[in-house]
């Protein structure tokens, strides 16, 4: 373990979250989703929203800290941070920065938040529409590559014939999340289970990835309360957080697809100093929430955290090794990205946050270190690791 | 040439700031002009202001090779711009290498039938597709195999 360590420094005390809605299905405007976030946060960890002093956001979340705080009548404000970068790439990111600010004495109740109404604002899934385009876009967006999934699916395809990964693969990664989600009463994929023939029979978007490889587009908000280990014993159930991680790959954002390390997420560099300060391996992770904006960043997220090689993942991942309660890499308990809510990964947090309380609906049996990789592909990334008392 | 992709897609124009003129130029006289480093000889690209080899601000415009390598490819199927109409879809973006230029990648369309099947290592070379009844003329650098 690194001299430098924030391990074990800070909990999570509280999560929560509004009702997840389809994109567009919302009753409520986005800011009031985030404001029902953090309110049920606070009731789950039993203190007044008015006692947040720290916001921590990312993917430049339109609801800022300032109207926040004056909203919620927050005392005084003393933390607000938002990580750079696009996608779900900060999710992690954001609960690495509120323990950096409450370690260092900047803050003592920090919100990690995300709000998204994509029905309001613009759909994720949709090119911009313009009549020029200057600088790094000119050279991608004239050839009709505009979207995430598009942006992403030559990656896949590079790591597909790198290493012979099969289609089948990435259909277990969506089965894994669809699965769960059919336990999962939040879930907006609820009684909608997936199949094999399903998956095969569903159209592409951009090869290699069909409907089901793609993460959905949603309405919704999520919250955590993070405070420091020695405040989090006067509450009922702390999650204590192992390790947190964000950072890219050697040039990761090297334009026009120019990167490097080309057929990875961009966790390379990231996972081995989350395990550092964890002090611990892959072996030792009970259930890992891995972001799903397309399946095949969750097989190379899987990969790059050290769970199987990449010439095994078509053995190592196969589906009932992916499944809660005795899978052996439970994966995307909750339905996920595809299957529960795109709350831009942060609901991926707190089911881990969940599965160490005991509180999942796909739980596993004595989790002690459970896991969550955010946003593969895009940069910076950002990992942590969740740990019960026990770990301490 | 007929247009490989529908029309109303965003037009490339040359960024304000200047940085990448001459990429521009060089596609309306057929020629592929890409970032070299005058100071490490490195060829650069997408345009940079400066050297990620040898932090030199003295970058060059050269010529290379239209000669190219497919390392990876996509074929898209679901629209994401009302520009695309059913007989549009689906079509090849490929990204290609650029051997005799430091391996550097360029994204492009992959010219030729839609649904053929695409080879990673395939050999392809340099088409410049020409845009002259747009408001501001410009050439897309597109890719077609190399028999």
Partial sequence: MPKRTHRGKTAVVGVGETTYYKRGQSPDAEFKLTLIAIIEACKDAGIDPKDIDGFSSYSNDRNEPTRLAAALGTKELRFASMQWGGGGGGASGAVANATAAIMAGMADVVVVFRSLAQGQFQRFGQGAQMNKISGQMAYTMPYGLMSPAQMFAMRCIRFMHDYDVKQETFRNIAMASYQHAQNNPRAVMNGRPLTEQKYDDSRWIVEPFHLYDCCQENDGAAALILVSAEKAKEFKSPVHILSAASGSEHRAGAPVHNNPTYATSSFTSVAPHLYEVAGITAKDVDVIQSYENFTGGVVMSLVEHGFCEPEEVNEALKLENLLAPSGKIPLNTSGGNLAECYMHGLGLNIEAVRQVRGESSNQVKDVNISMVTSGPMVSPVSSCIFGSEDTL | ?147
């Fill in chain 2, 1 to 147: 040439m007929s247009h490989y992709l529908p029309e109303g897609l965003p037009a490339p124009a040359p960024s304000r700031d200047g940085l990448d003129a001459p990429y521009w130029e060089g596609t309306l006289s057929e020629q592929l002009i890409i970032q070299k480093c005058n100071s490490c000889k490195t060829w650069l690209w997408g345009p940079e202001w400066i050297c990620h080899q040898c932090l030199s601000f003295d970058i060059g415009w050269e010529q290379t090779s239209s000669e190219g390598i497919i390392y990876s490819w996509e074929r898209i199927w679901h629209p994401v711009h009302p520009a695309f109409k059913e007989e549009n879809l689906p079509f090849i973006v490929v990204l290609v290498e650029l051997p005799q230029a430091d391996n550097v990648r360029m994204v492009g369309n992959l010219l030729g039938d839609p649904k053929q099947e695409i080879v990673i290592g395939s050999k392809v070379k340099a088409v410049f597709e020409k845009h002259e009844d747009a408001k501001n003329p410009y050439a897309l650098v597109q890719w077609e195999l190399d028999q």
